[in-house]
C-alpha cells in the first residue's frame, strides 16, 4: 500500500495517540482524512466520523486516494466514537464493529434513527447513543451538544428525527465543533456562535451540477467555510477535501479566501496522521 499520504500511520500514529500528554487548557486533534479525526483532552478520547476500511470497488479496485491509516481493531483507547450521518465514510459497520471490539467501554453516539445500524453490526445496544437536534448528552467525561444539519436539505425519519448531525463536543474547557456533511442555512451562524466555539471542523469540497447528477451530495466550499469559521469559532480546520477522486478540493483554495478576507483569523491545513495541539 502507499502511505504516501500519511504524515504518520499504523503503530507510530496509534502510539502517539496514547501516549500523547494533553494539558489543562489545551486539547489535541488528529486528521484520518476525510471528516474523520481523534481529540484527546486529558486521558479522554473521542473519534469523530473514522472509516478505516479500505472500501473496495466492484472491481477490487479501492475507491480511497489513499489507505486507512490502521485497522479498526487496532483502536483499543477509544472513549467515545461520534459519528454523524449513515453514509459509509462517515457511518462504517466494519469500522464501528472493529473499534468496538477493541474498546469494548467505549460509547457511540449516532442520530437517533441510525442506532439499528451499529446493533444490526453486533454492538451492544447499551453502548450506543441515540443524538436529537440540540438535546444535550452529558457523559462521564465530556459533554455533547447535537445540532440537525442540512446535507443538501434537511432529513429526519417519520417521528422527526434529524439523520444529519453536527456536535459541539465540550472537552477540558475546550469546544470542538464537526459540522458533519452539511451546507449552510440561514439559523447556523447564529447557533455556532452560541456554542462557544474555540476550534471548528468544516467540509470545503463544494456543490455542483456535475456532482450532482452523479448523486453525489454536496457541502459547503472553501469560501462558505472561510467565512463561517472566521466569523464563528477561533480556529478553523476544513475538511472533506482529500479521500476521494471527482469530490475532493484543493485547500489552497480556502487558505485563499482566509487569507484574502479574514487575516486575523487562525486556520490550520492538516495531512493525514498529522497531530495539531490546540492551546486555549
Known amino acids: 500500500m502507499n502511505y504516501s499520504h500519511w504524515y504518520k500511520y499504523g503503530d507510530e500514529l496509534l502510539a502517539e495517540i496514547r501516549d500523547t500528554e494533553v494539558f489543562p487548557g489545551s486539547i489535541a486533534i488528529w486528521f484520518f482524512g476525510q471528516a474523520g479525526f481523534a481529540l484527546k483532552a486529558g486521558r479522554v478520547v473521542v473519534y469523530i466520523d473514522p472509516y478505516f476500511n479500505e472500501g473496495k ?23 467515545y466514537v461520534l459519528c454523524t450521518h449513515k453514509h459509509s465514510d462517515h457511518l462504517d459497520p466494519y469500522t464501528l464493529t472493529g473499534i468496538a471490539s477493541a474498546s469494548p ?23 450506543i447513543i441515540g443524538a436529537f437536534d440540540n438535546r444535550a448528552i452529558t457523559l462521564e467525561k465530556c459533554g455533547i451538544i447535537p445540532n440537525g444539519c442540512p446535507h443538501g436539505v434537511f432529513e429526519t425519519d417519520e417521528y422527526g428525527n434529524h439523520l444529519h448531525m453536527g456536535y459541539a463536543i465540550n472537552m477540558g474547557g475546550i469546544c470542538v465543533y464537526h459540522s458533519g456533511d452539511t451546507v449552510e442555512w440561514p439559523e447556523m451562524r447564529p447557533m455556532l456562535k452560541s456554542r462557544g466555539i474555540d476550534v471548528i471542523l468544516l467540509p470545503i469540497n463544494g456543490r455542483d451540477w456535475e456532482r450532482d447528477r452523479k448523486g453525489i451530495i454536496g457541502n459547503l466550499n ?35 479566501y482566509m487569507h484574502q478576507y479574514h487575516k486575523s483569523k487562525k486556520y490550520k491545513i492538516m495531512v493525514p496522521g498529522e497531530r495539531f495541539i490546540y492551546v486555549k
Do not use: Q
Open 57 to 79: 470497488n466492484p472491481d477490487g479496485t479501492s475507491k480511497r486516494r489513499f489507505p486507512p491509516p490502521f485497522a479498526p481493531d487496532c483502536v483499543d483507547h477509544a472513549d
Open 105 to 127: 467501554d467505549a460509547k457511540f453516539i449516532v442520530p437517533a434513527p441510525h442506532r439499528a445500524v451499529l446493533i444490526d453490526g453486533g454492538i451492544d445496544e447499551s453502548s
Open 222 to 256: 472553501s469560501r462558505e467555510s472561510a467565512y463561517i469559521g472566521a466569523e464563528c469559532a477561533d480556529l478553523t480546520i476544513p475538511m472533506h477535501h482529500d479521500l476521494f477522486e471527482g469530490n475532493s478540493e484543493n485547500p489552497a483554495h480556502f487558505v485563499h
